[in-house]
């Protein structure tokens, strides 16, 4: 009879935390793309604990055996009958993502390597909650095309860094074109299910340039956010027209009118734009209601109103180039003979007058040149350091020493940049010297060599330019910062080209004469 007894296998059934993903399981993998140690269960765990021997870990063979889980899984798979809602927090707090029934694949940029605890919750459906890739009540949606059409990426917190490479990004997650993309300057148009207005930022952590969109707004983003989207902040409720780029004159900005008289339709600025474009969706265009509403605003201003504190310089060309017209703190009126409907660019500066060069193709005259070498040298570095986190590509042939420019055709790696506005190595360094002291390196790392002594690596001084290659085969350069650190316009070619980094090569110094 015993041997009868143990004779009868046991029906094959889910076995919470063996390390094998069974039916009816929710699994954890320490690895991307369910790979690695494996971490199971059958129930909701609100905190997953920090140390071993006490806390949930992994139990399966594999990358990650014996480690915690938390903040510690790249992906799941859930073999249950129900959604198991994923949390930052323990406790089920913070964000979460939603984790359908037979879902196999990575956490989302938030909870990717960031799982405090989860919750079996039901059949509610797969789509319910942020980052599901669905717009819901509740929620704010960026969407990769135009007219809100194809993937969606949907949020209900701020988020103040996208990311720029998956798997760790916040990336488009509904189906559609742009699908699995990163969002970070891939966004064409938003829907803002929320009931507050939600401020989405040019530059990550809530910088820069911004758009206010308001509760039940669906369309387009402007042309300043238009791709150029780095983070979103909701901000409560948000006075019609406040910020940058809503189409209403207010504090702080620089408006042009489409009409004289500072009538029709207004497009406003408080920061530097060097190139406004010249056709949709992707120029400068005017926002605000009446004439002109939804026109570029290149050669299309009439009048004027400075609301900002500064001096505004209105240029004929782009790039801060050609004649230009002083716009005072508070002048509100037409524009000058020259200006008047050929404005190009324009420039918030600091000084009383502004720089105005003689021809087309130049942009204005050049940076302080006044003070000893150490204080040129500040300028200087504080020139290269302004460029920082403003969002520039790396742009092949990019930059001059008026600022970032279109690149050109066609680098060594065959990258095509007349479509990337940026800078690249020597573009920065010779804007930098050029607005921080007045001096023109040149244009390309050869250049730089007569513009100053040779130096040793081990003889750097803050503010010497760091050349790589050799004298007459240079194909980098950076500017020294001091204790190891140098400030260059390099790889990676995204939006944070324009960096400050350790020195991590140079083969000598070039001590600029200024």
């Known amino acids: 009879m015993l041997a009868a007894v143990v004779g009868v296998a046991a029906p094959a059934s889910a076995a ?6 069974d039916s009816g399981e929710f699994c954890y993998y320490y690895n991307s793309d369910n790979a690695g140690s494996v971490s199971d269960f059958t129930g909701s765990v609100d905190d997953y604990g920090t140390t071993q021997p006490s806390c949930y870990d992994f139990k399966g063979s594999g990358s990650g055996q014996g480690e915690c889980i938390k903040n510690n899984a790249a992906s799941v798979w859930n073999r249950t009958g129900e959604t198991v809602r994923v949390y930052f927090n323990t406790g089920y707090g913070g964000m979460y993502q939603n984790i359908g029934a037979g879902y196999k694949g990575q956490l989302s940029a938030e909870l990717y390597n960031n799982n405090a605890s989860h919750q079996l919750v039901g059949t509610a459906g797969t789509d319910t909650g942020a980052r599901s890739g669905t717009c819901e009540s509740g929620e704010f949606c960026y969407y990769y095309n135009s007219g809100n059409a194809g993937s969606i990426s949907d949020f209900t917190e701020s988020a103040g860094s996208y990311g720029d490479a998956q798997p760790t990004c916040y990336d488009f997650k509904g189906a559609g074109a742009g699908q699995g993309e990163c969002i970070k300057n891939n966004a064409a148009s938003v829907w803002n299910r929320s009931s507050k207005a939600v401020r989405v930022y040019f530059n990550s952590n809530y910088g820069g340039s911004y758009q206010d969109v308001a509760p039940g707004f669906k369309g387009q983003l402007n042309s300043t956010v238009y791709n150029n989207n780095a983070s979103h902040q909701f901000v409560g409720a948000t006075a019609p ?27 406003d600025f408080t920061d530097s734009v060097g190139d406004y474009g010249t056709t949709q969706p992707s120029c400068y265009d005017f926002k605000g209601a009446g004439s002109g509403q939804g026109e570029c605003i290149k050669n299309n201003a009439a009048s004027v109103w400075n609301r900002s504190s500064k001096t505004v310089c209105i240029y004929f060309n782009s790039y801060y180039g050609g004649s ?3 716009v005072a703190a508070g002048f509100k009126g037409q524009l000058n003979g020259t200006l008047y409907n050929n404005n190009a660019s324009h420039k918030f500066v600091t000084s009383s007058e502004c720089p105005v060069s003689e021809g087309g193709g130049g942009g204005g005259g050049g940076g302080d040149t006044s003070g000893d070498y150490a204080q040129k040298v500040e300028r200087v570095i504080q020139a290269a350091l302004s460029q920082t986190g403003q969002g520039y590509t790396y742009s092949w042939g990019g930059g001059n020493k008026y600022g970032p420019t279109y690149g050109v055709c066609c680098s060594p790696g065959g990258y095509d940049d007349r479509s990337r506005y940026g800078f690249d190595c020597s573009g920065l360094t010779q804007y930098a010297f050029w607005q921080g002291a007045g001096v023109d390196i040149g244009t390309y790392t ?4 007569s513009k100053g002594t040779k130096v040793s690596m081990s003889n750097l001084r803050r503010g010497d330019l760091i050349m790589w290659g050799g004298w007459s085969s240079t194909y980098h350069v950076a500017i020294y910062l001091g204790n190891g650190q140098m400030v260059e316009a390099s790889s990676p070619r995204t ?9 991590y090569g140079g083969d000598f110094g070039i001590r600029v004469n200024m």
């Open 16 to 21: 919470a935390r063996d390390g094998n993903c």
């Open 241 to 267: 027209g406040s910020g940058s780029r809503s189409g209403t004159c207010e504090s702080g900005e620089l408006c042009y009118y489409y009409n004289s008289g500072n009538a029709g339709s207004i497009s």
């Open 324 to 326: 230009a017209q002083e």
């Open 446 to 449: 050869g250049a730089h060599l």
């Open 495 to 503: 939006s944070t080209s324009v960096h400050v980094t350790n020195v």
